[in-house]
């Protein structure tokens, strides 16, 4: 006698209950996994796909999340600013947090036309910027020849190909940025600020990559190598905007003063420090 075969809310029910033990938000989980295994939204799944036969492919998608791999990467993409990335263990899941970051760029220099993404990992941020300005063209850099596929690969889905260029470049190593054709009026930066000493959950530790992540002891060392080189990076007039943990304002703030940069703050939708916006000083 073979055992019954599941319907997609069935085994979702059941999938949340396996969930519990590893995330917070285990139902959701559950949800997107079973729309990907079937190849729907998660709408589709929840408004019409419900009483379908569970794909038996979803199982071994709950596997993975009970080992705490992140959804995104056992899916492939992740939504951010309202366009869809392809992610992979290349590149950090774009982040909701960091949409303040695209919402700052796009209300200081709304009329940019040329813009730098320092770490550009997936793209998210630059492709989300260039989406919304449609004459502006950009270059995203990133240390990681993994990172540049994923990015170029999003750039071309997007239709973004032909005004965002991908290019190899490590800000630590001199002359890093004499190729890319700046100066440029907008900068974006979400490097590296992950103290060393911080436990991190792990399905961010243990797949996410850890380049991406740490910045030293206290998380500032890659902000003590790019802040100084952004004044010779701006044009007249443009603006920096760089992603900071929720602690760094005030050191990374300093940073930027001895360096002849005044700075704005922008807080997330938590209202934590989240976004510094690095202009030249009057």
Do not use: K
Not at 167 to 183: I, S
């Amino acid at each position: 006698m073979t055992d019954p075969v599941l319907t997609a809310g069935e085994a979702i029910r059941e999938a949340a209950g396996l969930l519990s033990a590893t995330s917070d938000t285990a139902r959701l989980d559950a949800e997107v996994l079973m729309a990907h295994a079937i190849g729907c939204s998660r709408s589709s799944l929840l408004l019409s796909r419900m009483r379908d036969p569970a794909p038996a492919g979803f199982a071994a998608l709950v596997a993975r999340r009970a080992e705490h791999e992140p959804v995104a990467y056992i899916t492939g993409t992740q939504e951010f600013f309202g366009l869809p990335f392809t992610v992979g263990p290349d590149v950090l899941i774009p982040r909701g947090d960091s949409e303040i970051l695209v919402e700052a760029a796009l209300a200081a220099r709304p009329a940019a036309r040329a813009v730098l993404d320092c770490g550009t990992g997936s793209g998210a941020l630059l492709l989300a910027v260039l989406a919304n300005l449609p004459e502006a063209r950009g270059v995203g850099v990133d240390s990681s020849p993994g990172a540049l596929a994923v990015a170029t690969g999003n750039a071309e889905a997007l239709g973004l190909g032909a005004r965002a260029r991908m290019a190899l470049a490590d800000w630590h190593a001199p002359g890093w940025a004499d190729a890319l054709g700046g100066p440029f009026d907008l900068i974006l930066a979400n490097p590296p600020y992950v103290e060393t000493t911080v436990t991190l959950d792990r399905s961010v530790a243990g797949y996410e990559p850890a380049s991406a992540l740490y910045a030293g002891e206290l998380g500032l060392d890659d902000y003590r190598v790019l802040i100084p080189q952004l004044p010779g990076l701006l044009a007249p007039g443009g603006a920096a905007l760089v992603e900071i943990g929720h602690e760094q304002a005030e050191p990374v703030a300093a940073i930027g003063s001895e360096c002849g940069l005044s700075s704005r703050l922008h807080r997330d939708l938590g209202n934590r420090p989240r976004v510094l916006e690095f202009s030249t000083a009057a």
